[in-house]
């Protein structure tokens, strides 16, 4: 058996490249879906004592905006075969899916779409990632 066959990405090299379009899409929906929260608090279907974790606004604005920045980041490290970008974006997915779940009242049709992309991200970076070096 030779290294060549070991060496040669397959066709799921696609997939990674998805999972690192979709983690800079999920950042960018996580900072639009922060800075609503934080400027516009009356834009959402009940009040922040509905939430499941019962904060203001701003304070669930900050925490999506910053997801949102990490999120660019790792998807952008992605692109580059950073394995650090992988494990750092199947983390974000996963508090993003979580935190998405608990903002559920506010956004359901929103947080039910982020929640689906960060299945999606979860599933290309964990089975397919090492393709992408």
């Keep these: ?8 990405p397959t066709g799921w090299v696609g997939m990674v490249i998805f999972s690192g ?3 800079m899409l999920l950042g960018g929906f996580q900072a639009v879906e ?6 516009k608090d009356d ?10 974790i019962t904060v203001d606004y701003d304070v ?6 910053g997801i949102g920045i990490l999120g660019a980041i790792a998807g952008i490290g992605v692109f580059l075969g ?11 997915a996963s508090v993003s899916a979580f935190g998405n779940l608990m903002f559920l ?3 359901p049709i929103w947080a039910t779409i982020i929640i689906a992309v960060d ?3 979860i599933y290309a970076l964990a089975v397919h990632g090492r393709e992408v070096r």
């Design 82 to 92: 950073q394995t650090w970008a992988r494990v750092v974006g199947i983390g974000l």
């Design 21 to 23: 379009v979709m983690l």
């Design 119 to 121: 299945v999606l991200i």
């Design 105 to 107: 009242p506010a956004f």
């Design 60 to 65: 669930w604005g900050w925490t999506h905006l």
């Design 34 to 39: 922060g800075i609503v929260a934080i400027v």
């Design 1 to 8: 058996m030779s290294n060549d066959t070991a060496a040669k």
């Design 43 to 52: 834009y959402f279907l009940t009040t922040s004592s509905g939430l499941v």
